[in-house]
T-cell receptor, first 114, second 109 residues
Framework: SAVISQKPSRDICQRGTSLTIQCQVD?????MFWYRQQPGQSLTLIAT?????????ESGFVIDKFPISRPNLTFSTLTVSNLSPEDSSIYLC???????????FGPGTRLTVT | LAKTTQPISMDSYEGQEVNITCSHNNIATNDYITWYQQFPSQGPRFIIQ???TKVTNEVASLFIPADRKSSTLSLPRVSLSDTAVYYC??????????FGDGTTLTVKP
């Protein structure tokens, strides 16, 4: 298994500001992903965080709004920029040890935008 | 990516066996099927994964018919703590997958 921590666990932000979420894994992993889960709904993949290169974004998500970094095999950050109330959601980091393996999820970051 | 379809909700009682079926009509040859469990305020947790026939582990069984267009997650003798949302995913050999709407299982005493 993999132990994943996310910081912060929750935050309340004002519209127009940005929030950066950190994801730390206890061991090196090949794949890291960022998801969004709105209350009562399923998970939506935002992007795949690629080590040493630009993230791969899913349809409907763009780098300007969701810049992602992955400087090494155990750490990634997701920034949610220019916040609006519609960005209020839970943001989850997940990892795969090797591509195609089961995913392990972090506890999530609950973001509220006022 | 193959789309999955599951029942929105199911009810059961403690001690019963629960079977949740997922349809994935457009599954490709190299895709495989994975199930996750999610409790409120937690990230999803891997339950089981399979390609065809039957897979069993310590918590569940996964039945996949020969045409692979559906799969059934079987939870033996559920308890109250099995109340959760269960997601069926089809995963490509490139590791891409899409979470469907999930099935909310409620186990009653």
């Amino acid at each position: 298994s993999a132990v994943i921590s996310q910081k912060p666990s929750r935050d309340i932000c004002q519209r127009g500001t940005s929030l950066t979420i950190q994801c730390q894994v206890d061991s090196q992993v090949t794949m890291m992903f960022w998801y969004r889960q709105q209350p009562g709904q399923s998970l939506t993949l935002i992007a795949t965080a690629n080590q040493g290169s630009e993230a791969t974004y899913e349809s409907g998500f763009v780098i300007d709004k969701f810049p992602i970094s992955r400087p090494n095999l155990t750490f990634s950050t997701l920034t949610v920029s220019n916040l609006s109330p519609e960005d209020s959601s839970i943001y989850l980091c997940s990892v795969e040890r090797e591509q195609g393996d089961e995913q392990y999820f972090g506890p999530g970051t609950r973001l509220t935008v006022t | 990516l193959a789309k999955t379809t599951q029942p929105i909700s199911m009810d059961s009682y403690e001690g019963q066996e629960v079977n949740i079926t997922c349809s994935h009509n457009n599954i490709a040859t190299n895709d495989y099927i994975t199930w996750y469990q999610q409790f409120p305020s937690q990230g999803p947790r891997f339950i089981i994964q399979g390609y065809k026939t039957k897979v069993t582990n310590e918590v569940a069984s996964l039945f996949i018919p020969a045409d692979r267009k559906s799969s059934t997650l079987s939870l033996p003798r559920v308890s109250l703590s099995d109340t959760a949302v269960y997601y069926c995913l089809v995963v490509t050999n490139a590791g891409k997958s899409t979470f469907g709407d999930g099935t909310t299982l409620t186990v009653k005493p």
